[in-house]
């Protein structure tokens, strides 16, 4: 067994594990297994990059075998590493694993704690498969299993029908976008009679490929990847995702399943470049989805909900570096991205467990000295979202603003200003969170505020490493190491001259969000009060998230309920298909009755019967002889 082989099989055998004994041998077999395998894949994965390092970083091909063969064709499972997918499995297995270690703290006495590790394992081991895999199709199987073990996480305390709801939410919403990424994997095929990805790319580097538009298949892909990645139109399932466990939401968020998206369209590079009709889809629905969430983020009260407009919005800046043809850079902000994102999200689920449960942020308030560990390393995350140096955060928004103004793949002025009043907006919206959340008075109950603690040190101790990741993550620049296999945009002429007063002003606009958040939330928040009833339509309008679930419901969900209970229940199902054969049998009863009135039980009438039919038996015949 190869080395990739085993980074992959070794989260399964978790699942397998603790799935089927976890339950019956107790919490500390679940831990040593649950954690203790995906810190065993990181290890390995760790080293196995370590030795391609050594080698020079040659791209390495794992042959496991070979699913199906049919002529000269055939499909095998295959795992590729190279430098970006090297990228990829370390942060998977990396952050995962101390998300695993989080939450052995964090679930402590939940019923069903064997189960929620073993789901925790299947993700990661759908995401390695994802992540590794070579070809389009071994892929798929990765991106189908994320979204079922998303379901299942999200759904996980499915007693509650709100979070089974939110479950199944997810579940389908991603359905409609895998809807394009087969009829992507479909033409490609036809095409090229191959979906390993590195041939797909060396065939479109090649020439135009004759019968395929490059630019169809770069954007049926990217629905898919919309889907994944939560950007507009199918955004609407991952606010939603919160209704799982604190952790799950990390997983999800930081470092694996809305990360996938992003990863598809580096990986799949070759066809962009090719396809600038379809790199300007990508940029234009990127910085609309980050601008448009951060907008919601920042009325936001449920401290879960304002991280997870966050990450719809800092999914957007990828796909804007992406449309831009800085494909190093959308993976250098992704994984600065699951760092800081991993710590504020277990920092809210510290936050969470401190206040029994507590997630609205109106109650909250004075936590920065009962909790210090938790602020501190939440006051980090926050700097370095916000994009204030040295933290990993600005190395990586200033690059994707910089080529969003200054690529000559897309660039433009529009594209840099909308991104950079979003940038604005991020640093407010997380610096009014740390306000509201640790700063100031406090406005917790005393039954409350008499019980709030600092959690243990197995979620504290998760909480401090991310915290040093998100502070020094920037510094290992991840464009320039990727540059071999994603090379950079060139940058046009004019502008090469801006790239300072651009840094400058980077900095300036995490500060700006800084003070004004300070400033509308210091005290009682009154000012912040006065500004929401002086636009209190606006405000209404934010909160309700635009109301795009109510025009989903009205426009989608009503009409195809109608049509599934009149037409297909009422007319199809009920008339067509039971009518049918409700009508049958009737007349078979009705037949059975006309010939149940010739048993009457009288010997001379079965005589004169038998009679008439002899005679009517002999006329025929003489008739015809």
């Not at 095998?76 to 052995?104: K, N, P, Q």
């Not at 917790?444 to 197995?458: A, I, K, L, N, Y």
């Not at 006309?594 to 079965?606: C, D, E, H, N, V």
Request: proline share 4%; net charge neutral.
């Amino acid at each position: 067994m190869g080395a990739l082989t085993l980074i992959v099989l070794l989260p399964l055998l978790g699942f397998l594990l603790n799935g089927l004994l976890g339950g019956r041998l107790g919490r500390t077999f679940v831990n040593v297994v649950g954690c203790g395998l995906p810190l065993l894949a990181f290890v390995v994965a760790a080293l196995t990059v370590r030795d391609l390092a050594a080698a020079g970083y040659p791209a390495v091909i794992e042959t496991v075998y070979t699913w199906a063969a049919f002529g000269d064709r055939s499909f095998e499972i295959a795992f590729l590493l190279d430098r970006l997918s090297a990228v990829m499995v370390l942060i998977v297995t990396g952050v995962g694993t101390l998300i695993h270690l989080y939450s052995t703290g964090y679930m402590k006495g939940d019923p069903g704690y064997a189960r929620y590790f073993a789901y925790l394992n299947l993700f990661l081991f759908f995401m390695l498969l994802l992540v590794l895999g070579r070809s389009l199709l071994v892929l798929f199987v990765g991106w189908e299993g994320v979204g079922l073990a998303s379901y299942l996480l999200i759904g996980f305390w499915f007693s509650d029908p709100e979070k089974s709801a939110a479950g199944k939410k997810a579940f389908i919403t991603n359905r409609i976008g895998d809807a394009g990424f087969l009829l992507g994997m479909f033409l490609l095929w036809q095409a090229l009679g191959t979906l390993d990805m590195d041939a797909i790319n060396a065939a479109f580097a090649a020439g135009p490929v004759p019968g395929l538009s490059a630019a169809l298949v770069g954007i049926l892909l990217f629905v898919g990847a919309t889907g994944k990645s939560a950007q507009i139109p199918l955004h609407v399932w991952l606010p939603d995702a919160m209704a799982g466990p604190t952790p799950v939401s990390a997983l999800i968020h930081a470092a694996t399943m809305v990360t996938a998206g992003v990863y598809l369209v580096a990986r799949l590079s070759g066809v962009y470049l090719v396809a600038p009709e379809a790199s300007a889809v990508i940029a234009t629905i990127g910085v609309l989805t980050a601008f448009f969430a951060a907008t919601i983020a920042v009325v936001q009260t449920d401290i879960k909900k304002v991280l997870a407009y966050s990450t719809v919005s800092q999914l957007g800046f990828m796909f804007v570096a992406l449309g831009v043809g800085a494909y190093g850079v959308a993976v250098f902000h992704l994984y600065t991205h699951a760092f800081f994102k991993a710590c504020l999200f277990l920092g809210a689920g510290s936050v969470i467990h401190a206040l029994g449960g507590e997630q609205d942020i109106r109650r909250m308030s004075g936590l920065a000295r009962r909790i210090p560990v938790t602020f501190a390393t939440f006051a980090v995350a926050t700097a370095a979202i916000a994009g204030l140096p040295p933290l990993a955060g600005f190395f990586s928004k200033d690059e994707i603003l910089w080529y969003a103004l200054a690529s000559e793949r897309g660039g433009s002025t529009l594209l840099f200003a909308t991104a950079a009043l979003t940038a604005l907006m991020t640093a407010f919206y997380m610096f009014r969170l740390l306000w509201r959340v640790f700063m100031g008075a406090s406005r917790m109950s005393h039954e409350v505020e008499h019980h709030v603690h600092e959690s243990p040190p197995s979620m504290t101790g998760v909480l401090v490493v991310l915290a040093v990741l998100s502070a020094v993550g920037g510094f290992f620049s991840i464009p320039h190491f990727l540059e071999p296999v994603l090379p950079l945009p060139t940058i046009d002429p004019a502008m090469e001259h801006f790239h300072v007063p651009l840094l400058v002003l980077s900095v300036a606009l995490g500060l700006t969000g800084l003070a004004l958040a300070a400033w509308l939330y210091a005290g009682d928040a009154s000012r912040a009060a006065r500004l929401e009833a002086r636009f209190a339509g606006l405000h209404r309008l934010l909160t309700g998230k635009y109301y795009v679930d109510e025009f989903y419901e009205a426009a989608i969900g009503r009409p195809l309920e109608w049509l599934s209970r009149r037409v297909f229940l009422g007319l199809g199902d009920r008339i067509l298909l039971d009518g049918t054969l409700h009508g049958l049998a009737g007349l078979a009863r009705r037949a059975a009755g006309g010939f149940a009135r010739i048993q009457t039980g009288s010997l001379q009438a079965y005589v004169l019967l038998g009679l008439a039919g002899l005679v009517l038996l002999l006329t025929w015949s003489l008739g015809n002889g």
